[in-house]
């Protein structure tokens, strides 16, 4: 792995910020990935399927900054993240089910992992995927900010199928993980 991985900043002007894709099996990961690298969702997506990173450019204060985004592909069915999976990593979003409450619950036991392996003041957004499921809602809007709030996380919800957000919720990320490190350069 090239020094850039940390997020540091490449000799001016190349930014490359690796963020982590965390939350329970099922809650939509890879299709938010690919919806945000690649524009496109699978409905049937396997959760053995999956291809470790993705990377997207997008651009910041009229700087190219790349987007290294890591998938668990299927690991976390086991609860067995490694922490060659976390290395390295300047942001994260944790995702939920908005019609799972088990994978709300899950949240803290993932920030607290989290918290093991990086640096506890990094950028992570709490992600509320499904939210074209309004008719099978079993996580409020008001629950999914009050965590947010409680952990100082951002906070979101997204539908990796319609496309509601998904960017946004990179973009948040990746414009916070830009702004903390401008101000340790300053
Ligand atoms: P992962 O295990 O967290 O990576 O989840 P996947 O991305 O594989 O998605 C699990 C299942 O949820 C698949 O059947 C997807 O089609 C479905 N899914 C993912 N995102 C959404 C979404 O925003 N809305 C709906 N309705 N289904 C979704
Ligand atoms: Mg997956």
């Known amino acids: ?16 910020f690796k963020i982590v894709v965390i939350g329970d099996s099922a809650v939509g990961k890879s299709n938010l990935l690919s919806r945000f690298a690649r524009d496109e969702f699978d409905a049937h997506s396997k959760a053995t ?17 790349k987007a290294q985004v890591w998938d668990t592909a299927g690991q976390e069915r ?50 509320g995927n499904k939210s074209d499921l309004e008719n099978i809602r079993d996580v409020s809007v008001e629950e999914g900010k009050s965590l947010a709030e409680e952990e100082g996380l951002f ?18 990320v990746i414009r916070a993980i830009y702004d903390n490190i401008k101000r340790k350069v300053l």
């Open 1 to 16: 792995m090239s020094d850039t991985e940390n997020g540091s900043n490449n000799g001016g002007e190349e930014y490359l």
């Open 78 to 127: 086991f609860r067995a993240v490694t922490s060659a999976y976390y290395r390295g990593a300047v942001g994260a979003l944790i995702v939920y089910d908005i019609t799972r409450k088990d994978t709300f619950a899950s949240v803290k036991r993932w920030l607290a992992e989290l918290n093991t392996h990086c640096d506890t003041a990094m950028a992570t957004m709490l992600v």
């Open 49 to 65: 399927i999956g291809v470790e990173f993705q990377t997207q450019t997008v651009v910041i204060d009229g700087k190219e900054v």
């Open 155 to 172: 906070f979101i919800e997204t539908s990796a199928l319609d496309s509601t957000n998904v960017s946004t919720a990179f973009e948040i």
